[in-house]
C-alpha cells in the first residue's frame, strides 16, 4: 500500500530513505529467486516502499549486501543503455490494471536511469519519460529513491489500484530475484503476475496539457563586404492534451526535430536494410499503439535497432515512422504539421495518425495517414487491424497503401502455470503479394 505524505512533508531525493514517511511505509520484501536457485529466497535482502503525493509518487529502494564496498558491478552511466552485466533495480507499473500495458523503470549502483512503454508485443525503449532518482552507496549495500511526476504516466486518477513489480539483479552472484512471479515463464515485465499497489487517491495529473513551443533563428552581418544583415527563422509548437485519462492527442506545427539524438553507428553485414529506432518525441508517444504483432515489428518499428537477423521472411511491419519526413533518396523533409490520438476507448486501443510534409526544394510533399485498431479479448489476447496511405502531391504519382490484420490468443495459465499463445498476421498492398503467417 502506498503511504501518502502528511502536510508538511517532502522527500529530498538523496538516495537515503530517512524520511519520516519512509519509517511509515509498508516494506515489501522478500524476493524468490528465478536464478540460479528458482523458488528459493535470494542470498540478499531487497527491500522497496511506494509514498507519494498529490502530483507525485515516490519509490525507495533498499538493496542489502553483504559484500558490498568495492564488490558492486556497476559499468554503465549512459542514458538508456542496456544493463546487461550491472548489478541492477527494475520495476514496472500497470497504471490501468489491465496486465497489457505499462512502464518499465531501471537503474544500477551509478545512477543510470533507463525507461520504457511496455505494449502487448513487446517494449519501446526510444521513449523518455520525466522522472528523477539518486542513489547512495555504503558498506552494507547501495539504496535509491525514484520521483515520477504523475503527469509523466496516463492513468485514470479515479481507478486507485495498480499493478507493480520490482526485481534486483546480482550480477557477481548470476542472481536474479522477484517480488511476484519467480517462475522462469513469468517475470518483471509479465504485468498479468505483478503486485497491487493501492491507496493512490487525491492524485491529479494536472490539466492534462502540455505545450512545447520553439523559435529558431540564424543572422549574419559581413559591413566590410557592404553586405545587408540577412537571416532565417522559423517558429513552431506541438500541443499533447489527455481528453480523458485513457486517452491522448497530439498536435505538431512546422516542427523542429533539433532535440533529437543522432542515432547509433551501425555496420550492415547482411542483404537487409537496417531499421533505426525512432528518436522524435511526436512518434514516440503512444508509439505502442500502433505495434503489430509481426516480430520485431513492435511499436510500429520503433523498438527494433535491426531487425535485419530475424529474416525478412519473418518481417511484416505495416508502419515504420522513420520513413515520415525522409524521401525515398534519405533526404530529409520538411513536416508541416502532425496529428494523432492514442489510448483506450472501452475495450478497444486505438492510434490515428495523420502526418503532412512540405513540397519544396524540388521535394514533393505527401500525406501520411495511419489507423490502428486492436480489440481485446480475455486477459492476454486481441485482435487488430492496421491501415496505412501516403498520398504524394505529385500528378500521377500512386497512392500507397497497406491493410494489415493479427491476433494473438494467449494465455499464463495453460495447464496450471505455463504460457501458451498463438499469433498470426496478414499483411496486404495493392500490386504485391499477401503474406499470412501464423506462430505458435
Known sequence: MAEPLGPGESITLDGSLDEAVWRRAQVASDFLQIDPDNGTPAT?????????????????????????GEHLTRYQ???????????????TIDTFLDGRTGYFFETNPSDAMADALMGTNGQNRQWDGIWNERVQRGSTGWSFEVEIPFRTLNFNPNGGTWGINVSRTLSRKNENSIWMGWARNQGVSRMTNAGRLTGLTGVTQGHGLDIKPYVLGTAQDAPVRREAISGTGQAGVDLFYNPTPALRTNLTINTDFAQTEVDQRQVNLTRFSLLYPEKRDFFLDGATFFDFASPGAGAGGNNSQNNANLGSDLIVNPFFSRRIGLTDGGNEQRILYGTKTTGQLGGQDVGILHV?????????????TVARLKH???????????????????????????????????????????NLAFRGWSASSPGMPTDVICRL
Not at 77 to 91: A, G, P, T
Open 376 to 418: 481485446r479479448l480475455l486477459r492476454q489476447s486481441y485482435v487488430g487491424a492496421a491501415y496505412t496511405r501516403r498520398d504524394p502531391d505529385a500528378i500521377g504519382a500512386d497512392t500507397r497503401q497497406t491493410l494489415g490484420l493479427d491476433f494473438r490468443l494467449a494465455t499464463s495459465t495453460f495447464r496450471g502455470n505455463q
Open 77 to 91: 552511466k549512459r542514458r538508456d543503455e542496456f544493463l546487461q552485466q550491472d548489478d541492477k533495480v527494475q520495476w
Open 356 to 368: 503532412r510534409t512540405g513540397s519544396e526544394h524540388d521535394l514533393v510533399g505527401e500525406n501520411v
Open 44 to 68: 540478499e535482502q531487497t527491500e522497496f516502499r511506494i509514498a507519494f503525493d498529490r502530483n507525485t509518487l515516490y519509490l525507495g529502494v533498499i538493496c542489502h549486501d553483504s559484500e558490498a
